[in-house]
């Protein structure tokens, strides 16, 4: 059986649209059946042809329209992908839920906590699958490192060091170029955030999804450059987990040599694990007093839940396309699993509940910064 | 415009037939609409099935079918992907032509240098495109290095230095596991050669695609082990391009610590370029006297002919799928213009003619190991 | 003209005495005259010989004789090297001064604030020389870092990122040895951090020399493991620099994988620079949009402060004792000027005045620590 | 007891003598007692004083006068190191040896391979100590490879792939300087190889003190730029150890991007080991099918017979004056015990043998490159 979506945005060339829809095809679990990809008519029947839609009544030139009509149909989609702006997440995502369709979204869930929220209810009230792209929790070798910290290899976390710096704002603000960045600065559109909501969350997650541990507290101070932009470019944020296990965050778009460099180092009583985007397949162990491993994905010493996110031999790179994909994956096989009345052999990807939080996070973060970089609650 | 594909092989599940796959419908610029995947018929009829064949009609039995019926169609596959073993290459890629259909094809070109002269004479005749895929040559950064040499960069070249070291038959024997591994090592299935024609041709293409140059003579060394193996498992070549240009080629299947280790460094007079499979998107350029720079894929800094080899942004990897897709990219945009009576804006396959000279480096290679490793003329 | 010094400390075998001896020789701009190595005699003496003392008579039994008798002598040293731990360096150093002769000490200062004042007035008064050993600082690439920043390389510096990270306490704690190590946890004989003092302030000079900054404020949160100990082992700091320039500093004595890992990262507006001792004698450039350029000690690219301190041809790798060379390196250079008239043609090094300003480092970090991690100023 | 060691040559401001003095006088089991650094008289005085050669008498003006002076003297030197040009080191180490004197040379051992075999007669008949410093042997983690191999860890090797990359030939070419580099480039003065000579035996006698094999034939490919040069810049040589062990070997003065970049790679029937001048107190160790492991210098993991080489706490860089402190130390380690009729607890340096060894592997490379690269016997 496979699974029939369709997605709400993506036609206006933004390469994250190409990435959801490569993603969610990968593994001939699911097909692209249905969209409404951009508002002008005629590059989004343009975008339903080249994407294989065959029946072009499928091809719909507004979202609700598509809820609606897909709803009839006894074959209709039965998730749908929404990778539009921030700022219209929310009311789709509620639309389709309405009608009863599952969801996948690009990150962030929605443009405010409130919203956030309200999609979580929703999902839970309906029962229906809300899962979120947060990319880089999808390398295999995350889940390996999920797999290990469960399994005792590291002992009790003690700290964890996450980072992502980037130097997209800097760059291409002295380029004076980028009318596609412009809306990135608009607090109208974005919301209350840059970098953190930007790319801070994706550590936040990163963090969760890999640990396994929930940040409790933060304590947050932003940084600003070009000094007068809206919204902050810098972000380092001490975070609290309880149980003293403490951490750190640190997210920039303003680093200069670092383009996509989001790391993780997580340090326990009995070893520490390290994981760097540059390398996305490698992931370091080192056990108290030894060497340091560097493992390697898909190698038949790594864990079946990591080595089923692989599908090249060990040495052969997979990338952001492939991370994309294992997020659809485990979403993907959820689904089935629910559909056929199975329990899912393993699935792992964030959904609206890791949203939420993860919008909970950002407004913490916000908070801590304007009071003078105090200790905020995150719930 | 889209292009119609077939495609052989490729349903038995070998990773190498969903390489192919994907990589060929990765910019939609092609569309797979027929096949025959295996033999087994079932199977057959459930990967077209599955891979989204909507005419079923179009599942053949047998490759010969295919090939006739496809080409009394007018909406018939315009090129048929060869993803069979070896020794089946060349009947398979005679019998298409033979019928006018175009030809991407996995390497090596075919089972003996006399097959493969037949395929690239075959080919000239009918005018007919035929591309191979030798992977590594496909990562966009390769495509700079070519045009950086091109531009004197790095001034007139003077040495090379290839290694391509895995560990994959050392480790596998150890585990006397791999039924699929065993014809890897069947001199009547593979031909006179193993570690030099699986993966020393990578390296002589890889060589010839990054530096525009041709190896001229070959001085080889084949080692077997484990001993009693009918096959070399590690090769070193020296080479010579004329000219006074020298290099050496290392292959390796038991050099422990390695997975798909392929790496080239190119030295000249006035720079040099160095590229390893590790972080496929890396580019090492030195110029003389100077520091070491680390180019990234993508940056505005690279040039267009490796940037239109680029999905996503710079610092989001790409890898063996998108190195794959690359190739199809030029050959599709190849065959597109010739269809159209354009000119391509660029493209840069591997085609008959290089896996003829690859079976000419292959022959050579074996012939200066059983003669005493003396020099042996490629052509 | 050659110095002459005397030697603190350094004769009970730990390694850090032998470094200093070697470090003030390396250049043959010092030779060890006198000393007082330890306080059992016999050993005393015998470590006086080995060092070649030639004249017994200047192998004294306790620090004050030396100082004394030193004074006296027309031929007297002109240094003194402490290298006693922590507690006794404030009555060491004062000692030496009191009697006229210039002060090389290790790091850190003193035992608190007010004894590192009293040391920096002393030396202020008699007009004296006073370094200090933070290791780091000397290596020759952090030259040519505050060298091109001087230049406007990187621009206006925006932020910062330095880190320390260590598993000596949570190594050596798991294998319940190190009696060397127990006096490190005695807050009567460290003072009142562990991890802040001990390597915190590496960082916190590491900055200071690397970039010309000065930290204002600091926001600190101390880490405990294990939970028993009675000081910090694991340190993350908030830095302010004025200007809404900023950092962070991350220091661990607990970070399995990590044996000496200090790394600064330094982002402004036109470019970056980065350093790991990890590879001491590399240097990391970026230029806004351009590619990471590697700069290695002593090519001629590099500055002449830089190449004033490396010895070798580039490549072949100084390390750590050299490092401390370099320290001593430019303080004999100064002392040498000084003693013969002249301006020193370049020296950098920690002076009295940086530990000092250490010690406030600290003292702030404890007591933004202990107040709920609030910010701090360090003057 | 310290011995005493006079040295010739080391006068002329060439890095190398300060290396050797360094060395020597590292650990303190030798004292620079006598000398004769350079003919000029003026400046050979001001070198012993500047030495700290109390007894001004001992400051020869010639090393005939040296060796023949000190012979007579009951506390004359126990050791000579000869640091002057290779045309010399045959006479001077003749002459030394005649008078009894036990001998530490610069390699290479001699001019060419006859004299190199009269000083290793001599040493023999004379029962005489003579080591020569092939610096990268004396790494601290090479000599852990050394005990992993002899126990077992990486199983039988099969092959050894050896590189050693430098820029300096054509990088000081093209800046037309280099006054010091004119000599080496004259056969007359070096003898009939460059590349070969100078940094090939480097990379032959890593092999033979890391791995314990000896190489039995050679296959050598030589090439010259500048075009015009009369010797080799840049030298291949395919290796037979016999029992069908190979390897390569790459060494080359026109590499541009490397300083100094000597490496190996040993792979065995169970594992490999990988050591990199790049980070020298690193080697990475793969058991089959196992992660890579990262060893560190001085980490209990390590053997013995490695950490009795490190000087530092782990993770504390020690670089090229340390590995020739190392030989130095093996050196004086085996002369005290022979002095003191003990049996040495551990010694591993180079010696006249593994000198004549590297005369004959050059004088075999120069053979078989000349002949048209065929295999030539070392022995």
Redesign the interface.
Known sequence: M?LRFGMVGGGNGA?IG??HR?GAQ?D?LA?LTAGCFTRNPQKNLEAGR???I?DESRIYPDYRTMAEEEAKREDGIQFVVITTPNVSHYEIAKCFMEHGVHVMCDKPLAFNLEQAQELEKIAKEKDLLFGLTYTYTGYAVIRQAREMIKAGK?GEI??V?A?YP???V??SL??EKSDQAKWRFDPQIIGASLCTGDIGTHLEQLIAQSTGLTIKRV?A?F?T?P?DLPLET?T?V?LDFGD?I?G?L?A?Q????????IKI?I??????L?WS????GIL?????????????AN???MCPESRRLS????????????AFGNIYHSFCEHLLARLEGREPESYTYPTVEDGVHGMKFVKACVKSNAE????VNVD
């Open positions: 496979e390469f190409d990435v490569h990968m001939d097909v080249k994407w294989h065959h590291i003690l700290h060091v980072e980037q130097d997209w800097i760059s002295v380029q304590l101070r940084d450059y000094r810098n380092t001490l003293n403490t750190t640190w920039s303003i680093a200069i040599g670092y383009e996509c460099g180092r340090f326990g009583t009995e070893g520490s390290e985007h540059e390398m996305p370091k162990y080192t056990k108290i007093n030894s060497p340091t491993m560097t493992l390697s190698r038949e010493y599908r090249l031999p060990a040495g052969h790179p997979e990338g952001y396309y492939e003078g970089n105090i200790w």
